[in-house]
């Protein structure tokens, strides 16, 4: 992986972590995954008309991955309900590494060293870390399923969007076209919630269209990189937004306790960095 990739998927990570800061702050998340979809669309129908149709080996992946992205966005929903971000965030996306990893080397074939192994230890090791919550209630006992079913829908499409990119021949047309495929997602949201969209909020508007862009960017960013590295260096790299959440919750949303939270985001992310690094 060279120095120009590790910025992009670290980049990708912290916002990553901010859109996810944001969802949590709003009080009409439903509303706001709607409008995350719809900032995707916008997003996906530009890159899509500035770039070449991927090939037709990719579109099953493009299908599959929006029919994933549907329950990811609704476990999400459920799991912020629950728990709060800096003990949900780390414990979805800690569980990933280990999934994708495994996943990678089933499906792509990729090897996995002995530094990636450790790295996969440290990352489970901070997930159980995290788990301290549930004796404090921080982490409610209800929550816990949900935030482990959203990690393993974030391990499955990084999965198949990682292969599907490859076979796409264009990642920013696969790009555009996964995000152009979200619209599903924004028609069912604002369907299901009878006038949900025309009572709106103006700060939900604008929360959600300015989240749906740093998210579709920052997954954007992650995609392109998976084209050009091995899928398991990426999306473990991609992990580290578990710190930059950490440090949201306990800074910004005041949630606690925070010495516990903090160091178990820090097992987490040296993990991630072990594997990224191997």
Same mark, same amino acid.
């Given at each position: 992986?060279?120095?120009?990739?590790?910025?992009?998927?670290?980049?990708?990570?912290?916002?990553?972590?901010?859109?996810?800061?944001?969802?949590?702050?709003?009080?009409?998340?439903?509303?706001?995954?709607?409008?995350?979809?719809?900032?995707?669309?916008?997003?996906?129908? @530009? %890159?899509?008309?500035?770039?070449? $149709? =991927? *090939?037709?080996?990719?579109?099953?992946?493009? /299908? !599959?991955?929006? +029919?994933?992205?549907?329950?990811?966005?609704?476990?999400?929903?459920?799991?912020?309900?629950?728990?709060?971000?800096?003990?949900?965030?780390?414990?979805?996306?800690?569980?990933?590494?280990?999934?994708?990893?495994?996943?990678?080397?089933?499906?792509?074939?990729?090897?996995?060293?002995?530094?990636?192994?450790?790295?996969?230890?440290?990352?489970?090791?901070?997930?159980?870390?995290?788990?301290?919550?549930?004796?404090?209630? @921080? %982490?409610?006992?209800?929550?816990? $399923? =949900? *935030?482990?079913?959203?990690?393993?829908?974030? /391990? !499955?499409?990084? +999965?198949?969007?990682?292969?599907?990119?490859?076979?796409?021949?264009?990642?920013?047309?696969?790009?555009?076209?996964?995000?152009?495929?979200?619209?599903?997602?924004?028609?069912?949201?604002?369907?299901?919630?009878?006038?949900?969209?025309?009572?709106?909020?103006?700060?939900?508007?604008?929360?959600?269209?300015?989240?749906?862009?740093?998210?579709?960017?920052?997954?954007?960013?992650?995609?392109?990189?998976?084209?050009?590295?091995? %899928?398991?260096?990426?999306?473990? $790299?991609?992990?580290?937004?578990?710190?930059?959440?950490?440090?949201?919750?306990?800074?910004?949303?005041?949630?606690?306790?925070?010495?516990?939270?903090?160091?178990?985001?820090?097992?987490?992310?040296?993990?991630?960095?072990?594997?990224?690094?191997?």
């Amino acid at each position: 992986m060279t120095a120009g990739l590790l910025a992009l998927v670290l980049g990708a990570a912290l916002l990553h972590a901010v859109w996810n800061a944001l969802v949590k702050l709003s009080s009409e998340r439903a509303s706001v995954f709607g409008l995350l979809s719809l900032g995707h669309v916008a997003l996906g129908v @530009a %890159l899509a008309a500035a770039s070449p $149709l =991927p *090939a037709p080996q990719s579109w099953p992946y493009l /299908a !599959a991955s929006t +029919l994933i992205h549907f329950g990811y966005y609704a476990l999400l929903n459920l799991s912020y309900r629950l728990g709060d971000l800096s003990l949900v965030y780390p414990v979805a996306r800690g569980i990933a590494p280990v999934l994708v990893a495994l996943g990678a080397t089933m499906g792509a074939g990729e090897v996995l060293a002995v530094p990636v192994w450790a790295g996969i230890v440290a990352v489970s090791a901070g997930v159980v870390a995290l788990s301290g919550g549930l004796r404090r209630g @921080a %982490l409610r006992g209800r929550a816990v $399923l =949900p *935030a482990l079913l959203t990690g393993l829908t974030i /391990a !499955a499409y990084s +999965l198949v969007d990682g292969l599907g990119v490859r076979l796409s021949g264009a990642p920013a047309g696969y790009i555009g076209w996964l995000f152009i495929l979200e619209i599903f997602v924004t028609v069912f949201v604002f369907s299901s919630g009878g006038r949900r969209l025309w009572t709106t909020s103006p700060r939900t508007l604008v929360t959600g269209l300015a989240g749906g862009l740093i998210s579709a960017t920052a997954y954007g960013m992650v995609i392109w990189a998976k084209a050009l590295a091995p %899928l398991g260096m990426v999306s473990a $790299l991609r992990e580290t937004s578990v710190l930059f959440a950490a440090l949201i919750g306990v800074t910004f949303l005041r949630e606690r306790p925070w010495r516990r939270r903090i160091r178990a985001a820090v097992v987490v992310a040296l993990g991630v960095a072990l594997i990224a690094l191997a």
